[in-house]
């Protein structure tokens, strides 16, 4: 089992930056790929971004290629995701998620067993 805890959310100006933080609380999260998904009210749950658990090998929705980057410390069992230039259409909560990494790095909800509570990230134009 693995706990996720996500961190950094609140209400920034479009335009603006957030980084927000997933830290997991087993050191084999190591092993682990993981992927950041976003839920605005009324919709359904969407990809922004995911990770290999070495970091080597990172993946972006096309709304938020150039904008956010995910990273991550194995060391310090965290993955964030820097968000920068943001829209008034990026407010969403936020969620991470994780997965045993196996051939690939999965960009579907359906695929990551273990999730965060969530973050609430709102922009303001």
């Known amino acids: 089992q693995v706990q996720l805890v996500e961190s950094g959310g609140g209400l920034v100006q479009a335009g603006g930056s957030l980084r927000l933080a997933c830290v997991a609380s087993?050191?084999?999260?190591?092993?682990?790929?993981v992927g950041w998904f976003r839920q605005a009210p009324g919709k359904e749950r969407e990809f922004e971004a995911a990770i290999s658990s070495s970091g080597s090998i990172t993946y972006y929705a096309d709304s938020v290629k150039g904008r956010f980057t995910i990273s991550r410390d194995n060391a310090k069992n965290t993955v964030y995701l820097q968000m920068n230039s943001l829209k008034s259409e990026d407010t969403a909560v936020y969620y991470c998620?994780?997965?045993?990494?196996?051939?690939?790095?999965?960009?579907?909800?359906?695929?990551?067993?273990?999730w965060g509570q969530g973050t609430q990230v709102t922009v303001s134009s």
């Open positions: 998620a994780a997965v045993w990494q196996g051939r690939a790095v999965p960009q579907e909800s359906a695929n990551y067993n273990y």
């Open positions: 087993r050191r084999t999260f190591k092993y682990y790929a």
